[in-house]
Nanobody, 115 residues
Framework: VQLVESGGGLVQPGGSLRLSCAASGFTLSSYTMSWYRQAPGKERELVAGITNIREITNYADSVKGRFTISRDNAKNTVYLQMNSLKAEDTAVYYC?????????WGQGTQVTVSS
């Protein structure tokens, strides 16, 4: 099982980024997928999730209306479109899923929002 995030970087406030999570070693279409983030000195927090059936999405209140999670099962990839970025969005962003009571994480991708 492998999750590989990409797409992070340095962006100015108000800018946009799209993160990607490339999945391998399991059937992506069978699982709910999530994005988490962890800022320095803070606990890891859930940003967004998308179910495998009906692709129902949920978001942290802090990102509602700005971030959009999506998935392409044919490409084994999950995305996080981030718009109107703020300094407080600065964090390492992680892709995640849970299978049989085991949590799987990617290595993370750094997002820095700064002028």
């Amino acid at each position: 099982v492998q999750l590989v995030e990409s797409g992070g970087g340095l962006v100015q406030p108000g800018g946009s980024l799209r993160l990607s999570c490339a999945a391998s070693g399991f059937t992506l279409s069978s699982y709910t997928m999530s994005w988490y983030r962890q800022a320095p000195g803070k606990e890891r927090e859930l940003v967004a999730g998308i179910t495998n059936i009906r692709e129902i999405t949920n978001y942290a209140d802090s990102v509602k209306g700005r971030f959009t999670i999506s998935r392409d099962n044919a490409k084994n990839t999950v995305y996080l479109q981030m718009n109107s970025l703020k300094a407080e969005d600065t964090a390492v962003y992680y892709c995640h899923f849970r299978r049989r009571n085991t949590d799987y994480w990617g290595q993370g991708t750094q997002v820095t929002v700064s002028s």
